[in-house]
């Protein structure tokens, strides 16, 4: 790519961040990335990073955490979550603290001054984008995650390898309460994590899941229990979505105060993979799956993902399941969904041992619809 290539790169990165679904739900961030995308400085910056985190989401979490870090600071009012966590810093609990924060409109005006407050510290801004990581652990996704275990295992012990995990708050999907609204629910009915689906189309399978072991890999595991890690995974989410915020950090405390928790390796997911198939029990039906991870991969990482994958597959069976933007991940060859394409979706493919890949359904990004290809009870 040359250089006026890489700009428009970013520029689009910036104008297409949102689902135009979520665009008027989030007017902070609609206007943030606007405004953002027409900045050259914005632009210039963005270079400075190593090109596979050249991403719009990268730039506006690098600047939630600067306001999470500090909600009381310069530009924490300007984010309604900074203004529900001074509020629980203040003592007030958490449904009062929620619906102060709700209460305060944000918009254009916000959304000047997170830029104006971004260009005074881009020597800051640009460090910090040098060595974090887009690291949104999405507990909505176990939401789909679950669905897929339900049609692969239908009830039979199942061990989940989850490739580019972040946290490994997917790794225990069986110990949120799961809500669809095709009326199926499972998980842990008490657990204050409630994840909903909303099944757009199509049928949703009935099965339980019995996962009986769970691992996963990252470049960079991020550690819930530490406070400084568990601030990125939360600057990393949508700072005009408080319930999505406010289940992040459920899942966080959640995870943290498990006795005993699956393990995330370090390292990269192509090269520890084989290493975490031999560690599963021979006996489980074997899961791999992953969540808008491989489209940050180069297309060359993304081809040696599916060989080794395939070559794994002369040892045990495997089910490889994925949410992905079609359009990140050509060296997966994704099916095409047999639907007409939903705007902005990601595909949920199952590539079964034994069958090849099908179109489980589009959903959203984050897990929160999905619209089945068909019928899989
Ligand atoms: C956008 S996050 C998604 C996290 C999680 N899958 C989810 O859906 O909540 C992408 C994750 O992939 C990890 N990652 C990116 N490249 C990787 C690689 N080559 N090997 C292992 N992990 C990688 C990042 O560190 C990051 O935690």
Sequence with gaps: MDLEEQRRAVETSFLSNLHPDDAPRHPLYAALCDLAGQTPQVIDMMLEVEPTQRRAVLFLAVLHDMALREPAGPVGGHYPTAIFLAGLESGMDVDTARDTAAKVEVGHSDAQAILQFALDHDDELIDAMRVRRTQTNEVGRSGLLMLGLQVIGRGEPTALIDLGCSAGLNLVAPSYRHVRTD?????????????????????????????????????????????????????????????????????????????????????????????????????????????????????????????????????????????????????????????????????????????????????????????????WR
């Excluded at 199509?202 to 890999?217: E, M």
């Excluded at 405390?253 to 005993?260: G, I, L, P, T, V």
């Excluded at 928790?261 to 560690?279: I, M, N, Q, T």
């Excluded at 199952?350 to 069958?355: I, M």
């Design 183 to 375: 009326g199926v629910e499972l998980g842990e009915p008490t657990s204050k994590v409630v994840v909903p689906v909303d099944v757009r189309h199509g049928r949703g399978p009935t099965a339980p899941v019995d996962l009986v072991w769970a691992g996963g890999i990252d470049l960079d595991p991020v550690d819930p229990a530490d406070q400084e890690a568990a601030r990125w995974l939360l600057a990393c989410q949508w700072p005009d979505d408080l319930d999505r915020f406010e289940r992040t950090r459920q899942a966080i405390a959640q995870w943290s105060s498990m006795d005993s928790r699956p393990e995330v390796k370090s390292g990269d997911l192509v090269e520890e993979l084989p290493r975490l198939v031999d560690a599963a029990p021979s006996d489980a039906r074997l899961v791999i799956h992953h969540s808008w991870v491989v489209s940050y991969l180069t297309v060359d990482q993304q081809v040696a993902l599916r060989s080794t994958i395939n070559d794994l597959r002369r040892d045990r069976p495997i089910d490889w399941l994925y949410l992905e933007h079609p359009s990140g991940v050509p060296g997966l060859q994704p099916p095409r969904s047999i639907g007409d394409r939903r705007r902005g979706s990601s595909l949920f493919v199952l590539d079964r041992d034994d069958r090849g890949p099908v179109v489980l359904g589009q959903a959203h990004p984050h897990g929160t619809w999905i619209a089945l290809d068909g019928d």
